[in-house]
Each structure stands twice: as structure tokens, then as C-alpha cells.
């Protein structure tokens, strides 16, 4: 398991932005630049669900209907972080955001093919 910290959550108005950032932790940076990674979420009463994935190299992304033209996944392999920009927020997008590793270089929305999941940071979009 690679500890993975995300970070930049919070409360912020609909229509606003927010930048999530996910990193392992340690001695573990290493651990995470040749592997896909993914975000999820989970709403209160809600399972867990995709939301975005990037592939090791950055050279392919996916996203979910739901936030597609909204949120861009990315990441810089030199800072071993993996980031998640969200745009036009909206209030269902209320939720717990997770990072995982993905178990292979490309990864997809299958919360099965990822490993080492974050603790989680809480996105909070107020209407």
C-alpha cells in the first residue's frame, strides 16, 4: 500500500473552482509514476463513484458524464502529484474526494483495478 495524502478541498459557491492535489507520501513518491491514477467520490448516502483517471504518462484521460467538460485531471510525474481541476462547480458535486493508484499504466472506472485510496478531502459547493 502507497500512502496517498490529497489535499485542497473545501467550501466554495456554486459556479466556482477548486483544485484538488494528490501525492504519496514519503518514501514512497516513487511509487506512483508508472501506474494510471483515478479520482472518485462519495456523497453523503451515496456509493463511492468515478469521476476521472489519467494514465501514467498523462496521455490518456477519462471522465465521468457527469463532470466531462468541467474537471480536467492531471499530472506532473517530476512532483509525483496527481491533480483534479474542478470548474463550474455545482451543489451535486457535494462530496468526499479520493485519489487511488491505479493497478496498472492505464486505468479506468473500475474501482477494482486501483489500489492504496487516500483518506480523502471534502469538497463542499454551496448553491
Known amino acids: 500500500q502507497v500512502p496517498l495524502v490529497e489535499s485542497g478541498g473545501g467550501l466554495v459557491q456554486a459556479g466556482g473552482s477548486l483544485r484538488l492535489s494528490c501525492a504519496a507520501s514519503?518514501?514512497?513518491?516513487?511509487?506512483?509514476?508508472?501506474?494510471?491514477m483515478g479520482w472518485f467520490r462519495q456523497a453523503p448516502g451515496k456509493e463511492r463513484e468515478f469521476v476521472a483517471a489519467?494514465?501514467?504518462?498523462?496521455?490518456?484521460?477519462n471522465y465521468a458524464d457527469a463532470v466531462r467538460g468541467r474537471f480536467t485531471v492531471s499530472r506532473d510525474r517530476a512532483k509525483n502529484t496527481v491533480y483534479l481541476q474542478m470548474d463550474r462547480l455545482k451543489s451535486e458535486d457535494t462530496a468526499v474526494y479520493y485519489c487511488?493508484?491505479?493497478?496498472?499504466?492505464?486505468?479506468?472506472?473500475?474501482?477494482?483495478?486501483?489500489?492504496?485510496w487516500g483518506q480523502g478531502t471534502q469538497v463542499t459547493v454551496s448553491s
Open positions: 487511488a493508484k491505479g493497478l496498472s499504466a492505464v486505468s479506468g472506472s473500475d474501482m477494482s483495478g486501483y489500489t492504496s
Open positions: 514519503g518514501r514512497y513518491v516513487s511509487t506512483t509514476s508508472n501506474n494510471g
Open positions: 489519467i494514465s501514467w504518462n498523462g496521455g490518456i484521460t
